[in-house]
Every structure is written in C-alpha cells, then in structure tokens.
C-alpha cells in the first residue's frame, strides 16, 4: 500500500497551510493511499536547534520519510521564504532522503509577492535532497482560505480546482 507522507512545515498549531494540507489529504483516493501526517510540532525545539541527529522523534520521522512514496509538502511563506523551523527539520533528515520520492509542494502567504517562494526558496532545497520528481507546487492567498461558523475550511472553488488537480498528478505519478 503506498503512502502519501502529509509533511506540515507549520510552527502553529491553528495554521492555514495545515488545514490546507489535510483538507488536501482528504481529495486523495482512499483505497489504497495511507497518508501519515508528520508536523515541526513533531520534534522537540531544542532537537530542532541544537541538531540533535540522534532524536529518536527524528528518527520515526526519518523512517516515515524513507517509506512514503509521495510527500505532500505545506508550509507557510513568511518574507519570501518558508518558516527557519521547517529548514532545520529539512536539514536534520538525510541528504538523499527525498530520493524516488514524488514530492507535491504547496504554500501559503499573504500576498501574491511571495507566488514563487515554492519555485525560489523550496524547490532547490527539496532536489538537493534528492527529489527528481517535484511537481507543480500550489501557492494560496491567505484571503482565499476561509473558516465557517463550525470551523469547517472553505476554499475559494479555483483553489479547489487546482488543489484537485494537484493531488490527481501526485495520484499518477506514484502509482506510475
């Protein structure tokens, strides 16, 4: 059974890029996908800080990477780039760790000046670690993610469109 590693570059716990992700998670195909979910929240800071190797949470983290076959990456854009904690987690898991792997990347931001925070700031640090196969990443507005009343997310219907299209092409491309 293949798994789709949900990975939150998130530090905050009621974050939009996470909500994004598993409502992402959600458009998978459910036969035959498990979908592991590893956050930053996931380590302790101090292993995050002091680069701490030898963290057993890092090392399940690492063994949930070495097992999915795709990651469905979200993360925040802050100042052009995407949040210092989620670098040292990419740091602190093996260089060739993202190798075979089919890697989805989305972002979210507040403004459209960080559209290519996905293309300029994560790609190149994903196919250092080995990623061939990065697909188009989705970049979201902040103000197209909404909440209702129940906290149920709401998604503009063109964020919707391309989040679909996104997870069919992440689909195809692990069980191709």
Do not use: C, W
């Amino acid at each position: 059974m293949p798994d789709i590693l949900l990975l939150s570059g998130s530090p905050s716990a009621n974050s939009r890029s996470e909500a994004v992700l598993h409502h992402a998670a959600g458009l998978l195909p459910r036969q035959g996908f498990t979908t592991p979910f590893v956050s930053v929240r996931d380590l302790p800071p101090e292993d995050l800080v002091l680069t701490k190797f030898d963290s057993p949470q890092l090392k399940q983290i690492q063994a949930q990477v070495a097992q999915a076959d795709g990651i469905l990456i979200s993360a925040p854009v802050y100042k052009a780039s995407y949040p210092g904690v989620f670098k040292a987690l990419l740091d602190l898991l093996d260089q060739d760790a993202l190798t075979g792997k089919v890697i989805l990347p989305m972002a979210t931001g507040g403004t459209l000046a960080h559209l290519l925070a996905i293309d300029f700031a994560m790609k190149p640090v994903l196919s250092v670690m080995g990623a061939t196969h990065i697909l188009k990443g989705i970049y979201i507005l902040s103000a197209q993610i909404q909440f209702d009343a129940d906290g149920k997310l709401q998604l503009e219907a063109e964020i919707e469109e391309r989040l679909q299209a996104g997870i069919q092409s992440l689909v195809e491309a692990v069980n191709s």
